[in-house]
Structure formats: C-alpha cells, structure tokens
C-alpha cells in the first residue's frame, strides 16, 4: 500500500513539474508602442515652397518613427484655427504651425497652449500665444541679399517695383524691411509697391497695372518666387527689359534664373525647416530645452 501510495505522489509530482514547465514557455502577447503623433498645419499646400516643407517634416517624422497628421489652411485663419482645433481634439503630443498670418494665428495658438500642447512655428513668426520655438531662414537678411544685388547691378541707380507678400505676415514684413534698407540711401528709387499675396496669377495681373503705370521701371524685387515669376510673365508680354529677383529658390525658379529670365533669387531651405521642426518638436517632448529662433542658412542663386 506504501509502495503504491509513493508512486501516486512521484506522477503528481511529474505532472506539476510538466504543467510548470508548459507555462514557462508559453508565449506572452506584447503590446506595440504607440507612435508619437505631431501635427502640421501649413498655410496652403498650394505652393511648391510649402510643400517641399511638409515633405522635409515627414521625412524626418518617419525617420523618428513618429506620425505626422498634416491639415491644409488654405491660406484662411478661419480653416487655420479649426485644424487646431482638430489636432487638439485627436489629442496630438506637439504642434508645427506655418502661419497664414503672424497676427490672426494667435487665436490658433492660445488653443494648443490652453491643451498643454507645444506649438512650433515654421517660416513664419506669430505675433500673440506661447510658441516654444520659431524655425525659419533670417527674412530681412535674405531681403537685404536681394536688394544689395539690384543696387550692384544697376549701378546704385534706377527705379524699383517691390511686389509684396500676403500683408501681416513676418516673411513679408521682415523682407520688404531688409530690401528697403539695401537700396536706401542710394540711387535706386521704388516707384511702385503692391501687394500680390505670394501668388503667380496676382502677381502677374499686379505687374500688368504697374507697367502700364510706370513708364520707366529698371528692376523688380518680388517677395516670393511665385510672384517673381508672375511678374516676369507680364514683362515678357509687355517686351521691356526689366531685371527680376525673387525669393524661395523653387523649383521654376532656380530653372528660369538657369536660361537667363530670372535675374536671381534668395534660395531658402523649406525641407530643412520642416525637418528642425519635427527635431526640436521630438526634442521638447524629451524634456531637452531649444532655442527660441532656430535660423536656415541662406543664399543668392544667379546664373
């Protein structure tokens, strides 16, 4: 009876053994990490400058392995301020905004900072909120650029047409500053500046009425590459002589100052800004602490 109660107690034995060895080796389910999400609301996708930022943005988001929910403004505060809102509701770690307009961001801004969310502001700068960090090229130093090379051209003589950018926007405002403090105090006189919204079909259709109004006009100084080239259009049509200079350095523009049409232009670096927006955005949330402006190199592109 011993014998045969040993044995009973030697199988449980065994059985416990085999049952603890079967969940020893029994697979556990892992969760994955969820990805960081960002968010990027540029001001229109309708421009190859602000494209080639959103393509640098995304690039260096799927290097990091972060995802990067990307809403189109369409150059209205009003479309700005609700893809805000909507990063905000899809709770979003950070934010990077490329402002429609420096002042009318701020309501946008003022939303991301009540949800606790860091904002980053890209090319252009906001006049109201709490932005931790602003990366863009020095505007008024690639203005100044431009208009020291009209200055050299002409001699320090001649008439100018400035065409603006989209009215209270920094890049528009720190480049008209920088270009009008090149050519003061020289011989270069503006004859003619109008806004034409950083747009190419503006821009031409304002250079039609300046050139009808300005019988004598010897360069023009476009804040952006699309009106630059807008306005190169009109002259050609018109077939006067007329120096241009513009400002991006896209794509249509570095190939028209190639076959001689456009005189030079500022060349900016968009996929490197939205690239350090994403860095210093995934920087931030790791606590590390960044520069309140983080500037892009600049150059002149001539032929």
Same mark, same amino acid.
């Given at each position: 009876?011993?014998?045969?109660?040993?044995?009973?107690?030697?199988?449980?034995?065994?059985?416990?053994? %085999?049952?603890?060895?079967?969940?020893?080796?029994?697979?556990?389910?892992?969760?994955?990490?969820?990805?960081?999400?960002?968010?990027?609301?540029?001001?229109?996708?309708?421009?190859?400058?602000?494209?080639?930022?959103?393509?640098?943005? @995304?690039?260096?988001?799927?290097?990091?392995?972060?995802?990067?929910?990307?809403?189109?403004?369409? =150059?209205?505060?009003? &479309?700005?301020?609700?893809?805000?809102?909507?990063?905000?509701? &899809?709770?979003?770690?950070?934010?990077?905004?490329?402002?429609?307009?420096?002042?009318?961001?701020?309501?946008?801004?003022? %939303?991301? =900072?009540?949800?606790?969310?860091?904002?980053?502001? %890209?090319?252009?700068?906001?006049?109201?909120? @709490?932005?931790?960090?602003?990366?863009?090229?020095?505007?008024?130093?690639?203005?100044?650029?431009?208009?020291?090379?009209?200055?050299?051209?002409?001699?320090?003589?001649?008439?100018?047409?400035?065409?603006?950018?989209?009215?209270?926007?920094?890049?528009?405002?720190?480049?008209?500053?920088?270009? =009008?403090?090149?050519?003061?105090?020289?011989?270069?006189?503006?004859?003619?500046?109008?806004?034409?919204?950083?747009?190419?079909?503006?821009?031409?259709?304002?250079?039609?009425?300046?050139?009808?109004?300005?019988?004598?006009?010897?360069?023009?100084?476009?804040?952006?590459?699309?009106?630059? %080239?807008?306005?190169?259009?009109?002259?050609?049509?018109?077939?006067?002589?007329?120096?241009?200079?513009?400002?991006?350095?896209?794509?249509?523009?570095?190939?028209?100052?190639? @076959?001689?049409?456009?005189?030079?232009?500022?060349?900016?670096?968009?996929?490197?800004?939205?690239?350090?927006?994403?860095?210093?955005?995934?920087?931030?949330?790791?606590?590390?602490?960044?520069?309140?402006?983080?500037?892009?190199?600049?150059?002149?592109?001539?032929?």
């Amino acid at each position: 009876m011993k014998k045969v109660l040993s044995m009973m107690m030697v199988l449980l034995l065994l059985v416990g053994m %085999l049952a603890g060895c079967t969940n020893n080796t029994a697979p556990t389910e892992t969760k994955e990490p969820e990805a960081l999400k960002m968010g990027l609301v540029v001001s229109t996708l309708n421009n190859p400058f602000f494209v080639t930022l959103k393509d640098g943005a @995304e690039a260096k988001a799927k290097e990091i392995g972060a995802e990067l929910i990307v809403l189109d403004s369409q =150059n209205d505060p009003a &479309k700005e301020l609700a893809n805000v809102e909507d990063l905000v509701t &899809k709770k979003v770690a950070a934010i990077l905004i490329n402002p429609t307009d420096s002042d009318a961001v701020g309501s946008a801004i003022k %939303l991301a =900072n009540e949800a606790k969310i860091p904002v980053i502001t %890209l090319d252009r700068g906001a006049n109201a909120g @709490e932005v931790v960090t602003h990366i863009a090229s020095d505007n008024a130093a690639g203005g100044k650029m431009a208009g020291k090379f009209i200055v050299d051209q002409l001699g320090g003589n001649g008439k100018a047409v400035e065409l603006e950018g989209i009215a209270g926007t920094s890049a528009a405002r720190d480049r008209g500053q920088g270009f =009008n403090e090149a050519v003061n105090g020289t011989g270069i006189e503006v004859v003619a500046k109008q806004t034409a919204d950083f747009d190419r079909t503006k821009g031409l259709s304002v250079m039609e009425n300046i050139l009808q109004a300005q019988p004598e006009i010897n360069a023009v100084f476009a804040h952006n590459d699309e009106m630059a %080239l807008g306005a190169l259009k009109a002259i050609e049509a018109s077939g006067r002589e007329i120096m241009v200079v513009g400002f991006d350095a896209t794509d249509d523009a570095v190939k028209a100052v190639e @076959e001689g049409k456009l005189a030079a232009t500022v060349a900016q670096q968009p996929d490197m800004i939205g690239s350090l927006g994403v860095e210093m955005a995934d920087k931030v949330l790791k606590g590390e602490s960044v520069d309140s402006f983080v500037p892009v190199d600049l150059k002149l592109v001539t032929k």
